[in-house]
């Protein structure tokens, strides 16, 4: 078989719709579709021995009952080929991989491993394709994983009624959290239209009206191989992974249509003004808890340029204490702090400004002074200087590979293929530097992020304006509430109904013994003989500069140097030994 490397060139049904070096990243994009599924595979080739893989779906939930989290949680309670409790955490101990995770965004859930061993990366990738299409969805995993009614005290059906439930229980400690609680509540106000008016993970107070048959619903909507996108990176052949796919799923599948594209959400005519709590501690007291948000929905994900520019923007006017609204808000007194940020993995990218520590009432005037700082920083010369640091940071942090302690290929899926399941061509994304040059070439032009501003902000009718305010009281009343709740359940329940949740208490127990004792030898695994006799090969070379002895390997790092600067330490008396780390903490930041 020759290279696949042409545009047009089938392998056994797949077809390449897209092949493109990709000379800054040195690697090749290969883009294919298997004709008969229509699933699409997109590769990203190049030297890299940490091979990645990337199951993704797009998943749109149309309420927060939390659906797609809780399907992202039971297909990893066993399947049809590996019927054991949890596969995932069990291949953890018959595995060499680098990286293991389950994920799910606001509109995608993904499945990415990634492994230095050849063998090993195959292994995941079969115990993840068996997974997540052929899951066994029982009762008693729904059950465990997403929401179940159990007697506080097990036997007893006197005793109080609860939820349970793992997702159940993440969800509610992670609404508690009122970063959370602001993002979701402005998702809902923001884009009301769309897919991210709903919490993807779950509310609490919708979770319980999730059924099996929903989830199970879900599942055969979203998760068909005719709407997965799969993701390779890495240095192992494509016609490997293709065979793979043939072997494993591709070959039983009958083809359904893709998913519409994700529609736009109709722009706002006046802003919207909203005001909400969170809870605080009760002994806390509500004085310069409020927090207020100011949300612009901006450009589409496909509008790259412009939204790099926006995050350019966004840095220049927030990152310091020192930059140029953020000091104009913590000097206003209205707020002990002001951050700003860009949710770039949305179809249209909210531009938001948080204010914390802020007295009750004080949203009206924050956002004049939002407004106001904004018009003045057009109607001015930019600073060039706070210009290039900005650019120079924000460049920095997209090109750096290992970001995060992830693997690069991880990196670059976030970046191409959940802009490819919008519609969007991923080459776009994956550039940077190409991107960051004609950047560069706009900012030539002094209008270029004024124009921005008063596009996307100063004269963009589509915003929301959010107060919470901190309520000491807020988490006893939402207890109440749900007790209430349980109560008129419990009250509608007959003795039948109510010896069932005893019974079903026990079944789950009993299931999840018995889980504990199924062999695990049904998963594949590594052995010796799969594993390379020879570890990687490092070239280190070295040469003088000024009598100094410079070691250095030559890799590929994404054009960023890292360098390590070695001292030997003189005599240091046993007691200063401790202050070394500080001294070495102050140093690097002076």
């Given at each position: 078989m020759k290279a696949l490397n042409a545009i047009g060139q089938i392998y056994r049904?797949?077809?390449?719709?897209?092949?493109?070096?990709?000379?800054?990243?040195?690697?090749?994009?290969?883009?294919?579709?298997?004709?008969?599924t229509g699933a699409r595979v997109m590769h990203i080739v190049n030297d890299d021995q940490e091979n990645l893989f990337a199951l993704s779906f797009q998943t749109l939930p149309d309420s927060s009952n939390g659906v797609a989290h809780i399907l992202e949680h039971t297909v990893l309670c066993g399947s049809k080929k590996f019927p054991i409790k949890d596969p995932f955490f069990a291949m953890t101990r018959r595995s060499l991989n680098t990286y293991m995770n389950a994920l799910t965004g606001q509109d995608f859930t993904c499945y990415p491993a990634s492994s230095l061993v050849e063998k090993d990366f195959y292994n995941l990738l079969e115990v993840y394709l068996d997974a997540v299409f052929h899951p066994n969805l029982r009762k008693e995993s729904f059950l465990q994983e997403g929401h179940r009614l159990a007697f506080a005290e097990p036997e007893n059906k006197s005793s109080p009624l609860t939820f349970q439930g793992i997702v159940y229980n993440e969800m509610k400690g992670a609404m508690n959290s009122p970063d959370s609680r602001l993002s979701k509540i402005l998702g809902s106000l923001l884009t009301p239209d769309l897919t991210?008016?709903?919490?993807s993970g779950g509310e609490p107070e919708?979770?319980?009206?999730?059924?099996?048959?929903?989830?199970?619903?879900?599942?055969?909507?979203?998760?068909?191989?005719?709407?997965?996108?799969?993701?390779?990176y890495g240095n192992l052949p494509l016609v490997q992974h293709l065979d793979f796919l043939l072997h494993h799923i591709l070959g039983e599948t009958k083809k359904i249509p893709q998913l519409p594209p994700m529609p736009s959400q109709k722009r706002f005519t006046a802003p919207l003004y909203a005001q909400k709590k969170y809870p605080i501690a009760a002994q806390e007291s509500p004085e310069n808890k409020t927090l207020v948000a100011i949300s612009w929905l901006t450009a589409s994900i496909s509008q790259q340029t412009d939204l790099l520019g926006l995050s350019l923007?966004?840095?220049?006017?927030?990152?310091?204490?020192?930059?140029?609204?953020?000091?104009?808000?913590?000097?206003?007194?209205?707020?002990g702090q002001a951050e700003a940020s860009l949710d770039l993995e949305m179809s249209e990218v909210p531009f938001t400004i948080v204010c914390k520590g802020c007295k009750e009432g004080a949203a009206e005037k924050i956002k004049t002074l939002c407004f106001t700082t904004l018009q003045a920083f057009i109607t001015q010369p930019i600073d060039p200087q706070a210009i290039e640091t900005a650019l120079h940071q924000l460049e920095f942090e997209r090109t750096e590979i290992g970001a995060e302690g992830i693997p690069f290929g991880l990196t670059l899926f976030f970046r191409a293929a959940l802009a490819k399941q919008q519609g969007i061509a991923p080459e776009h994304t994956l550039l940077i530097h190409s991107l960051f040059d004609d950047l560069r070439n706009r900012l030539q032009s002094s209008s270029f992020l004024p124009d921005l501003v008063r596009t996307y902000l100063l004269q963009n009718s589509h915003y929301v304006v959010l107060s919470m305010q901190g309520d000491p009281h807020l988490e006893q009343e939402e207890k109440e509430q749900e007790e209430k709740r349980l109560e008129h359940i419990k009250q509608q329940?007959?003795?039948?109904?109510c010896e069932e949740i005893i019974l079903q208490a026990k079944r789950l127990a009993a299931f999840q013994e018995e889980q504990e004792n199924i062999s695990l030898d049904c998963l594949p695994t590594v052995t010796l003989k799969d594993i390379p006799r020879?570890?990687?090969?490092?070239?280190?070379?070295?040469?003088?500069?000024?009598?100094?002895?410079?070691?250095?390997?030559?890799?590929?790092?994404?054009?960023?140097?890292?360098?390590?600067?070695?001292?030997?330490?003189?005599?240091?008396?046993?007691?200063?030994?401790?202050?070394?780390?500080?001294?070495?903490?102050?140093?690097?930041?002076?």
């Open positions: 049904q797949f077809r390449i719709t897209q092949y493109l070096p990709l000379t800054e990243l040195q690697s090749t994009l290969v883009e294919l579709v298997h004709e008969p991210y008016a709903h919490n919708e979770i319980p009206n999730l059924t099996l048959e929903e989830l199970i619903d879900f599942h055969q909507t979203f998760y068909h191989p005719s709407r997965c996108l799969f993701f390779f923007i966004a840095s220049i006017l927030m990152d310091t204490d020192a930059s140029f609204l953020k000091k104009a808000l913590l000097q206003s007194g209205l707020c329940m007959t003795s039948t109904e020879k570890p990687q090969y490092l070239p280190l070379s070295s040469q003088k500069a000024d009598n100094l002895p410079v070691f250095y390997s030559d890799c590929f790092t994404n054009q960023i140097l890292y360098a390590d600067l070695v001292f030997d330490l003189p005599d240091i008396p046993r007691e200063l030994l401790p202050l070394l780390s500080l001294y070495a903490r102050l140093f690097a930041e002076m």
